[in-house]
């Protein structure tokens, strides 16, 4: 069974601090990492995604990618009340597998 | 451009009656996805289409669940009959090319059986 896991919180974290999610998935097949970000009640948007082993950067969020260890996480930085949301990690190669998600929430 | 289509958005239905589910995805995007969202948890892979083929149905509860895409476009989910724990979130999503991983959701159709 190939898994992808997450802590499912909530992560509360204050406004304009750095927000770390973390995902740990077991096959080592995988190839492309996503993370998406879920409002209560709407469908998953894509925010980042990661090939490579090291740090992609993309405005305020930073994908970082350990194959060896089989670690994937994403960074917030100067988060924002918006970015209160559930974020699903997902990894795979022909198809994904998506983790149960990590409920951030950015207090005031 | 516009994103990937789907209808209804909610469905509520008796145990044992069945339901359809519509999917337009994004213009040009040849590989489309059914999901499972149960609350609480990630999406689950139901089915996945290369343009009207089927690549991945490893997961698709083939006794009562059924999808087809006849025409490489849009793409209809079927359940009959359904059951209790068939209450979920349907969600499409469609990716411009198989092992092009960047999937695009579409809004879901959320499914209450009573």
């Known amino acids: 069974q190939k898994e992808v896991e997450q802590n499912s919180g909530p992560l509360s974290v204050p406004e304009g601090a750095i927000a770390s999610l973390n995902c740990t998935y077991s096959?080592?097949?995988?190839?492309?990492f996503f993370w998406y970000r879920q409002y209560s009640g709407k469908s998953p948007e894509l925010i980042m995604f990661?090939?490579?082993?090291g740090d992609k950067e993309d405005g305020r969020f930073t994908a970082q990618l350990n194959k060896a260890s089989q670690y994937v996480s994403l960074l917030i930085r100067d988060s924002q009340p918006s970015d209160s949301a559930t974020y699903l990690c997902?990894?795979?190669?022909?198809?994904?597998?998506f983790g149960t998600g990590t409920q951030l929430k950015v207090e005031l | 451009e516009a994103g990937v289509a789907q209808s209804p958005r909610y469905k509520i239905i008796e145990k044992r009656q069945s339901v359809a589910f519509w999917c337009n995805p994004i213009?040009?995007?040849?590989?489309l996805y059914w999901y499972q969202q149960i609350l609480g948890q990630g999406p689950k892979l139901l089915i996945q289409?290369?343009?009207?083929?089927?690549?991945?149905d490893s997961q698709l509860p083939k006794d009562r669940f059924s999808a087809e895409r006849l025409k490489g476009v849009d793409s209809t989910l079927k359940i009959q009959p359904a059951k209790l724990e068939d209450s979920a979130v349907y969600l499409c999503?469609?990716?411009?090319?198989?092992?092009?991983?960047?999937?695009?959701f579409g809004p879901g159709t959320r499914l209450t059986v009573l």
């Open positions: 999503a469609s990716s411009l090319k198989a092992g092009y991983n960047e999937q695009f």
């Open positions: 096959d080592r097949g995988s190839q492309s």
């Open positions: 990661i090939y490579s082993n």
């Open positions: 997902a990894a795979g190669g022909n198809k994904l597998t």
């Open positions: 213009s040009g995007h040849a590989t």
């Open positions: 289409f290369q343009n009207n083929g089927v690549v991945d």
